[in-house]
Antibody, heavy 119, light 107 residues
Framework: QMQLQESGPGLVKPSQTLSLTCTVSDDSISSGRYYWSWIRQPAGKGLEWIGR???????NYNPSLKRRVTISIDASKKQFFLKLSSVTAADTAMYYC???????????WGHGTTVTVSS | DIQMTQSPSTLSASVGDRVTITCRAS??????LAWYQQRPGKAPKLLIYEASTLQSGVPSRFSGSGSGTEFTLTISSLQPDDFATFYCQHYSGLSHTFGQGTKLEIK
């Protein structure tokens, strides 16, 4: 079973850029069948889709975050990345990466990584 | 932007009960609707996609129905493991949007 693993700093200062990496356990990251998403969840709240990247590098973002988000991919390393700029306390959340498919949406998720924005 | 609204926000039920959660879209989304289950401290798990197709490995007591703007998730006979939070999600070529979630509690 394919696995995803998020990694990155657990603490980011306000106004700085949050950077996370998701490592994919198999070669499906290179398959045109899938896309690769980031989702976040503040403690005790609901899920918010951040955006996605295709193996080609094409992206789609949540309009509410679009100004601050960049998602990229390096299939040769089996990794994709999230950068969120100008963070505030409102960006404190659990961040998940997930594999997506046009037909069945997000079928494999990482365990998540907690990011706290605080000085 | 398409908005997804779930009801109820909280649902209390007992083992063996049949429960239904509703998800409404602010405009027609055809069948591009998924349901997820999230247990405390865990990542969401895909249950149903395309409104009514059961993901592989998901018990048959879970079912989904609906089209257009109104969708339902039904659990036919609640098991102890089912108490969790459930989310609907619209997915499309441009974006994904989650509902706010329905917490299923033990009565």
């Amino acid at each position: 079973q394919m696995q995803l693993q998020e990694s990155g700093p657990g603490l980011v200062k306000p106004s700085q850029t949050l950077s996370l990496t998701c490592t994919v356990s198999d070669d499906s990251i290179s398959s045109g069948r899938y896309y690769w998403s980031w989702i976040r969840q503040p403690a005790g709240k609901g899920l918010e889709w951040i955006g996605r990247v295709y193996p080609s590098g094409s992206t789609n973002y949540n309009p509410s975050l679009k100004r601050r988000v960049t998602i990229s991919i390096d299939a040769s390393k089996k990794q994709f990345f999230l950068k969120l700029s100008s963070v505030t306390a409102a960006d404190t959340a659990m961040y998940y990466c997930a594999r997506g498919h046009a037909l069945y949406s997000l079928d494999v998720w990482g365990h998540g990584t907690t990011v706290t924005v605080s000085s | 932007d398409i908005q997804m609204t779930q009801s109820p926000s909280t649902l209390s039920a007992s083992v063996g009960d049949r429960v239904t959660i509703t998800c409404r879209a602010s405009q027609t989304i055809n069948n591009w609707l998924a349901w997820y289950q999230q247990r405390p401290g865990k990542a969401p798990k895909l249950l149903i996609y395309e409104a009514s197709t059961l993901q592989s490995g998901v018990p048959s007591r879970f079912s989904g129905s609906g089209s257009g703007t109104e969708f339902t998730l039904t659990i036919s006979s609640l098991q102890p493991d089912d108490f969790a939070t459930f989310y609907c999600q619209h997915y499309s070529g441009l974006s994904h949007t989650f509902g706010q979630g329905t917490k299923l509690e033990i009565k």
